[in-house]
């Protein structure tokens, strides 16, 4: 039993890390784009409507061209990895929904995936965007 209630602190800890991510995360898209690359790994890929930018030059040169941006999150989940799927190192798989107008642009729905992995320094554990999948959802919209 004793396994039950350390996988529930593991997932309570990793969904507490994801909605702090999330908060800078879209906070950080909308009013300091420029410093978004930061929140990725050196190697990360993303993932935007079908076409893939990754490493963290062509992450700061797509964000550099994308239009201003209000995101609205109205649904997050998260849950942890297993470990034998990451070679043991903490990862969190983070899902959201919402809506987001980018200026000149109609307002859309998007679906947005992420896999935070735990980076530890000797003060704290920083969490970092290994992977990214962001999509608009235009079919739900009329």
Same mark, same amino acid.
């Not at 929140?39 to 963290?56: C, P, Q, R, S």
């Not at 190192?89 to 959201?96: G, S």
């Not at 530890?120 to 965007?129: A, D, F, G, R």
């Given at each position: 039993?004793?396994?039950?209630?350390?996988?529930?602190?593991?997932?309570?800890?990793?969904?507490?890390?994801?909605?702090?991510?999330?908060?800078?995360?879209? &906070?950080?898209?909308?009013?300091?784009?420029?410093?978004?690359?930061?929140?990725?790994?050196?190697?990360?890929?993303?993932?935007?409507?079908?076409?893939?930018?990754?490493?963290?030059?062509?992450?700061?040169?797509?964000?550099?061209?994308?239009? =201003?941006? &209000?995101?609205?999150?109205?649904?997050?989940?998260?849950?942890?990895?297993?470990?034998? !799927?990451?070679?043991?190192?903490?990862?969190?798989?983070?899902?959201?929904?919402?809506?987001?107008?980018?200026?000149?642009?109609?307002?859309?729905?998007?679906?947005?995936?992420?896999?935070?992995? !735990?980076? =530890?320094?000797?003060?704290?554990?920083?969490?970092?965007? !290994?992977?990214?999948?962001?999509?608009?959802?235009?079919?739900?919209? =009329?």
């Amino acid at each position: 039993m004793a396994m039950a209630v350390d996988f529930k602190t593991y997932v309570d800890q990793a969904c507490r890390a994801a909605e702090e991510f999330v908060n800078i995360y879209y &906070e950080t898209m909308d009013k300091r784009r420029r410093a978004l690359p930061r929140l990725y790994l050196d190697k990360a890929t993303l993932i935007w409507n079908g076409n893939v930018v990754t490493g963290l030059e062509a992450l700061a040169n797509f964000f550099d061209v994308l239009p =201003s941006s &209000e995101f609205q999150v109205n649904m997050l989940d998260c849950q942890p990895v297993h470990e034998q !799927a990451t070679q043991a190192q903490t990862t969190v798989l983070v899902v959201t929904s919402g809506t987001v107008k980018f200026d000149g642009n109609r307002q859309h729905f998007f679906n947005q995936n992420f896999l935070l992995t !735990a980076q =530890s320094t000797p003060n704290n554990t920083v969490w970092k965007i !290994a992977s990214d999948c962001f999509r608009f959802q235009d079919w739900a919209s =009329s």
